[in-house]
């Protein structure tokens, strides 16, 4: 394209142009969305497939852009778990609604940093508004606040160095958590240089909550060793089988020893919308630092997570900075910068998406899409207690499942039921069109599915439990396992 100056610039397009490829990369995405159903939820491939095809140098001059984009939509892109698809129950799946993925295209055209309030201040009240919606739900007290960062592991980082900098002996600072909490919480502590052997995994109980007894004694043996605590990290659902762990005995006992309470809500949190989320979440609000995850259970596309804390100065203490080339930014109080909240300076617009989503649907919309993950769940238990090939391994909490096939009317041993799962997982991969994943439970190979998508019915998930006691079935029969 020639310049209003005359000067060649090639890196712009006609309006027209502009228009036609959205149009055609929004009619690929509808589409997309629309036929998801009807394909597999797994798609991966090879590396050496992918290189040959992908691997090449960059060309020196442009070709058609909607060859370009047909190549990315059909080519690059598919090739990926679609962790929208309604039968993908592995990892923790999601599914982002239509207004929150048009809000990161807005976001990304109208090119706004978000890092402070000089440089987006319509954002960032937006930002603002959103963080103070999070701050109801938890209950927490007007003192609170929080930003909004890339994911839980960003979220639980920012938080656990606001716990360390408030801690009164960081130096000889220990962190604890369960022996079911997020590897995002052990690389955060790497990388605020607390090392492996400050680490404390405390034992589970039988539904995998904190033992308590387990985290007094620890903490005491600790502080008589002249060790201090930097922050006791409850789940409020934890990963492998959305365990919640008991926040309100934590809370007592955190407070009473003045001891920061950090709470990994990355899966759980955004229940807390529902009034059964309320109740199981109950004491959350005592936490000095939240985190909750809005890619996860408050369908949104990647990325947006959160960082709540009671005391919003615990956050602006550790992370504001001045910076010369960043002084016209001050506009004092109640104006702030998002900056001085965390890790990032520039930033994008992350609230749009959560607040477009909001007004578009509602609140009501989002209890009851919350309530149904929940409701999927309960289901997967009571099928599987009435089912005589599966067993649950863990109660439902939250929107996890976790059973293995270990039929009632045959004895095996541990190795026998590990080869069994391993081998039903692998035809549910091979053979269905569901994805699930896998975790360990007390040592123990558990069949794991995560039910929060919004497009899911109870349909698929039965459709894929079928396919699970089909499978353990047919592998007991064709190649009994060892005893
Ligand atoms: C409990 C929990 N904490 C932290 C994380 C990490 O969050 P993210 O993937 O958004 O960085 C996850 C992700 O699955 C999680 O389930």
């Known amino acids: 394209m020639i310049g209003n100056d005359g000067v060649r610039n090639d890196l712009r397009m006609l309006p027209g142009e502009m228009l036609a490829l959205a149009r055609q990369t929004a009619e690929l995405l509808v589409q997309r969305i629309e036929n998801l159903p009807e ?128 801690a009164n002996n960081p130096e000889r600072g220990i962190l604890y958590m369960s022996d079911q909490s997020h590897g995002a919480l052990v690389k955060a502590a790497r990388i605020m240089g607390i090392h492996p052997e400050c680490i404390r995994m405390i ?76 109740k199981i979440l109950r004491g959350i609000e005592r936490a000095d630092s939240i985190v909750l995850d809005g890619h996860k259970w408050f369908y949104q596309p990647y990325e947006v997570g959160s960082l709540m804390v009671k005391d919003l100065r615990t956050l602006e203490r550790v992370f504001a900075s001045k910076q010369d080339i960043l002084q016209d930014t001050i506009w004092g109080a109640d104006h702030p910068n ?54 649950m391994l863990a109660p439902v909490a939250l929107g996890i499942a976790c059973f293995r096939v270990n039929p009632t009317n045959t004895e095996l041993d541990k190795d026998a039921l590990e080869t069994i799962n391993r081998i039903v997982l692998a035809r549910v991969f091979w053979e269905d069109r569901a994805f699930i994943s896998s975790t360990r439970l007390r040592g123990a190979l558990a069949l794991r599915m995560c039910v929060i998508n919004y497009t899911t019915t109870w349909n698929e998930v039965r459709e894929t439990l079928e396919a699970v006691s089909k499978f353990g079935a047919e592998s007991l029969i064709q190649d009994p396992p060892p005893r």
């Open 203 to 278: 034992p589970t109980d039988e539904r995998f909550r904190m033992d308590m007894d387990a985290l007094v004694e620890t903490v005491a043996v600790d502080r008589a060793a002249g060790l201090s605590p930097v922050a006791i990290c409850a789940n409020a659902g934890t990963s492998s089988s959305g365990a919640v762990d008991p926040l309100e005995t934590m809370a007592d006992y955190c407070e009473a020893q003045n001891i920061w309470l950090h709470v990994d809500a990355a899966h759980g949190g955004f229940s807390l919308v529902t009034e059964g989320g309320k």
């Open 338 to 391: 998002f900056s001085d909240r965390g890790l990032q300076l520039s930033r994008s617009v992350r609230a749009l998406k959560i607040w477009m989503s909001v007004q578009i649907f509602g609140m009501a919309a989002f209890r009851r899409a919350q309530s149904h993950g929940m409701m999927l769940a309960h289901r997967i238990e009571e099928y599987v207690e009435e089912s005589s090939v599966l067993e």
């Open 39 to 166: 394909e597999d939820a797994w798609a991966g491939e090879f590396r050496q497939e992918l290189e040959d095809h992908l691997m090449k140098p960059p060309p020196e001059e442009g070709r058609s852009a909607s060859q370009v984009i047909e190549e990315a939509a059909n080519e690059i892109l598919p090739t990926a778990l679609r962790l929208d698809h309604p039968r993908c129950f592995g990892f923790i799946p999601s599914q982002p609604t239509w207004p929150g993925i048009l809000a990161d295209f807005m976001v990304a055209g109208f090119n706004v940093n978000q890092s402070s309030w000089l440089i987006s201040s319509g954002p960032s009240q937006l930002e603002l508004t959103v963080i103070d919606w999070f701050r109801h739900w938890i209950g927490y007290p007007e003192s609170a606040g929080g930003i909004l960062t890339s994911g839980g592991s960003a979220a639980n980082l920012d938080g656990l160095v606001a716990a360390r900098e408030a």
